[in-house]
T-cell receptor, first 113, second 109 residues
Framework: EAQVTQNPRYLITVTGKKLTVTCSQN?????MSWYRQDPGLGLRQIYY???????DKGDVPEGYKVSRKEKRNFPLILESPSPNQTSLYFC????????????FGSGTQLSVL | DQQVKQNSPSLSVQEGRISILNCDYT??????FLWYKKYPAEGPTFLIS?????DKNEDGRFTVFLNKSAKHLSLHIVPSQPGDSAVYFC????????FGAGTRLTVKP
């Protein structure tokens, strides 16, 4: 089944404790992206990757890191999480870029205490 | 700076009636528009799209209308079904994809 898989689904952590949210897609998509969803603000892009070893900042990259060492994986890293990073996070992918529909993962609800 | 706005956070309609979800944008450079549907505990899924060279696109019960002069698009669902109850996100594309805040549609039996 073609899908984007994120883990974990739920995560509660404390300020400053490094964490990683994993994302994997099995559709051989070149483009992958991370979004956060906050009430009243919709989906805002954090980082995106056009291909392996190519990553770029989105609208709200502060406090996040990403890497794209393999085509299928695009982990989101929070080196020192803060409460304002409490949010619902979605990973997405598409074949070549944002110029087509995105396939989203099921989301990761992160709470930073 | 929200370039894509969905001004109605929620909408409630009766089963069988028409649902109309609205979206406004500010950037005239957007040339492609999409609607995504999101159920609780799931990621958004693509629903329907429209290019800026068109003013209407239809797919079954779903029709998207684009009014470029007004920078406005709308999604019509006819007839509405309880299974359509979800959050609907409007998205606009130029080089980047921008999303609206979403509208929660509730279709009552």
């Amino acid at each position: 089944e073609a899908q984007v898989t994120q883990n974990p689904r739920y995560l509660i952590t404390v300020t400053g404790k490094k964490l990683t949210v994993t994302c994997s897609q099995n559709m051989n998509h070149e483009y992958m992206s991370w979004y956060r969803q906050d009430p009243g603000l919709g989906l805002r892009q954090i980082y995106y990757s056009m291909n392996v070893e190519v990553t770029d900042k989105g609208d709200v990259p502060e406090g996040y890191k990403v890497s794209r060492k393999e085509k299928r994986n695009f982990p989101l890293i929070l080196e020192s999480p803060s409460p304002n990073q409490t949010s619902l996070y979605f990973c997405a992918s598409s074949f070549q870029g944002t110029n087509e529909k995105l396939f989203f993962g099921s989301g990761t609800q992160l709470s930073v205490l | 700076d929200q370039q894509v706005k969905q001004n109605s956070p929620s909408l409630s309609v009766q089963e069988g009636r028409i649902s109309i979800l609205n979206c406004d944008y500010t950037n005239s450079m957007f040339d492609y528009f999409l609607w995504y549907k999101k159920y609780p505990a799931e990621g958004p899924t693509f629903l329907i799209s429209i290019s800026s060279i068109k003013d209407k696109n239809e797919d079954g019960r779903f029709t998207v209308f684009l009014n470029k002069s007004a920078k406005h698009l709308s999604l019509h669902i006819v007839p509405s079904q309880p299974g359509d109850s979800a959050v609907y996100f409007c998205a606009a594309l130029n080089n980047d994809m921008r999303f609206g805040a979403g509208t929660r549609l509730t279709v009552k039996p």
